[in-house]
């Protein structure tokens, strides 16, 4: 599959639309990114409800993925862009593309595998 054939275009723009390519991301990206989300699980995983606000609990997320968002925005754009370009719902449907791109054939994949296991380990006798 060509490097053409792996990206898509994509439509930013709060008063002007300009449509970008959005490409893969590397291995290595994917790892970073990964990285990232784990530090957005951990914080989530913090909170008290008790005490927090939706408004304090967006804050804090943002704060924890701020400088890593225009990194990742970095990555996958690779034309000249502006953050204030992109609108909430852009940046959402840009990450579910990413994602697609990404990330959900190899989960696919991987639950495949999981089920190849299991059913091999069905076939095997065990001792009694």
């Given at each position: 599959m060509s490097l053409k054939e792996?990206?898509?275009?994509?439509?930013?723009?709060i008063t002007e639309e300009k449509e970008v390519?959005?490409?893969?991301?590397?291995?290595?990206?994917?790892?970073?990114?990964?990285?990232?989300?784990?530090a957005i699980?951990?914080?989530?995983?913090?909170f008290d409800s008790s005490s927090y606000?939706?408004?304090?609990?967006?804050s804090d997320l943002l704060e924890v993925a701020a400088g890593d968002l225009v990194k990742f925005l970095e990555k996958v754009?690779?034309?000249?862009?502006?953050i204030?370009?992109?609108s909430n719902d852009q940046l959402y449907e840009l990450i579910m593309l990413v994602?697609?791109?990404?990330?959900?054939?190899?989960?696919?994949?991987l639950k495949s595998l999981f089920?190849?296991?299991?059913?091999?380990?069905?076939?095997?006798?065990?001792?009694?």
């Amino acid at each position: 599959m060509s490097l053409k054939e792996k990206t898509r275009q994509f439509t930013i723009g709060i008063t002007e639309e300009k449509e970008v390519t959005i490409y893969p991301l590397s291995l290595g990206d994917q790892l970073d990114l990964l990285e990232t989300i784990k530090a957005i699980v951990t914080k989530l995983t913090q909170f008290d409800s008790s005490s927090y606000s939706v408004e304090s609990v967006v804050s804090d997320l943002l704060e924890v993925a701020a400088g890593d968002l225009v990194k990742f925005l970095e990555k996958v754009i690779r034309e000249d862009f502006s953050i204030y370009e992109i609108s909430n719902d852009q940046l959402y449907e840009l990450i579910m593309l990413v994602y697609e791109m990404n990330f959900q054939r190899f989960s696919k994949n991987l639950k495949s595998l999981f089920k190849m296991k299991d059913n091999l380990e069905g076939q095997i006798p065990t001792e009694s």
